[in-house]
DNA sequence: CGACCGTTTGATCCTTTTCAATCGTCGTGG
DNA sequence: CCACGACGATTGAAAAGGATCAAACGGTCG
């Protein structure tokens, strides 16, 4: 039990020692997984990095949109605040991940971005930006591509919210959190949950006990096994059955 | 009984009849309803315009992405679409809107957008995005803000979805609409939906029976009157109550 | 050790879905 | 012109799924 935690731990495997105080936009073309363009200019574009504390704002609701951020390390939570005060998680950002994107439309931040642990991200100047695509066509592409996946990452969500069941909603959160941790090199099957059940409830539209008792149903017919915010998938393929049949029942279908 | 409808019926030719083959961006920029750039350039570049027949599919799913779209008249059904065959409505695009802008991340769309009515669209090449954003400073920050706002209008869809209850996601449905209808020089108070009720469902995750029934309630607590497809909003603030006592009430709040 | 915070679990209530039947409208063909 | 059939919309009754209220548990930190 408590060899599992340690080793599920996923970020100290990679500790922030080397983290650099800027990042070239090769290296930030491969950090956000889209082909670098061989372009030499990539090599020579350099963008600054910041640190953010765990529990600390990076991007507060209404606040001037003066930059993108991207993930170089670190783990986010970020959330859209209605006027009236209520919430909505928006997604779990980490390596590779953008932050801010909602704010270029208007020229302010409509979602809030807090870290939920000790993060790196990359920050790219709105004015940069402009600067940029306008200099080097390789960095507009770069740039359209960051922000249309985060389109694409919302419709998805879109999809769970109105579409799934609560099991299935956490099914599906379960498997997207394991790609991603796998995607970065730690484990795909053992992880620790970074975020409250609170977070998981704002984020799949459930109230924190459906969360819990949703969570207690998959480890009890053993597709998983949790212990507070360790968590083991033990039968991936089952999870995904469980997504896909709840799909293919409650969802309406095309044709 | 309608003497636009009249007038637009017997004649084969185009029904907008000043539409033009194409549109220079300046234009493009008023449409989107961002403020135009005094940039000359923005007058000297032109797009083509297309028309799209009532039930054509504009985009489908897993189709490469040759073209972003804006719509200038017209009415879309936007969806997208699991593996699975499952679909989720993802909004109505129309006058103004944006299609298209999720397929950039990829190279291929996720989601599919198909006219309700006789629309026509301006046509933007992917290759001239990145090439206008390299010639003209104005462009690439009109298309930023392009591609963002398709970002902060799901986020706000995440919020009706994960957050609101039946009744409130339908009362800020027609409000939505309500306004939309208006910025387009509409009547803000009487409009006709162009979607069914499975539409309706789809967008909002709930079954097409709830949908009806909530349009029924709402009609018995005299905020609204519906008949078919024509919505009168007859007490605007008493929904737009409804929508934030919801929000209250059932969503989780900051702090 | 004790208090606090996040989590788990149980019982009950409320909302939404499901299943089923009916109605109304529109388009088609007799 | 009317009858028919198809499709979309409405309405009702029963069932399922989450939410709510309430209580207890388990780690963590002072």
Chains 1, 2 share one sequence.
Do not use: W
Not at 24 to 31: K, R, S, V
Not at 77 to 97: H, V, W
Request: proline share 4%; net charge neutral; hydrophobic share 45%.
């Amino acid at each position: 039990m408590n060899a599992t935690l340690a080793a599920a731990a996923p970020t100290p495997i990679r500790p922030y020692a080397i983290a650099a105080a800027s990042m070239d936009a090769h290296t930030l073309a491969t950090l956000l997984h889209l082909d670098p363009d061989p372009d030499p200019v990539l090599h020579q574009t350099a963008f600054a990095t910041r640190h953010v504390r765990e529990k600390e704002t990076l991007i507060r609701a209404g606040d001037e949109c003066r930059n993108l951020y991207v993930v170089r390390s670190g783990f986010f939570r970020s959330s859209y605040l209605d006027r009236s005060g209520s919430i909505q998680g928006l997604g779990f950002p980490m390596t590779g991940d953008t932050l801010g994107a909602d704010g270029l439309a208007t020229g302010r931040h409509t979602a809030e971005a807090v870290a939920l642990d000790c993060s790196e991200v990359v920050v790219i100047p709105v004015a940069r930006l402009t600067a940029l695509s306008r200099s080097h066509a390789a960095l507009a592409t770069l740039f359209y591509r960051l922000i249309s996946r985060e389109i694409v990452r919302d419709q998805c969500s879109l999809f769970l919210l109105g579409s799934l069941g609560a099991e299935a909603r956490v099914a599906a959160f379960l498997l997207d959190l394991s790609d991603r941790f796998c995607a970065l090199g730690y484990s795909r099957t053992m992880f620790n949950l970074r975020m409250t059940r609170q977070d998981i409830g704002n984020y799949l539209g459930l109230k924190i006990e459906t969360v819990s008792r949703i969570l207690s149903g998959l480890a009890q017919q053993g597709l998983i096994s949790v212990h507070h915010r360790a968590v083991e998938i033990l039968d991936p393929a089952a999870l995904r059955l469980a997504v896909e049949d709840a799909a293919r029942r409650t969802a309406p279908r095309a044709g």
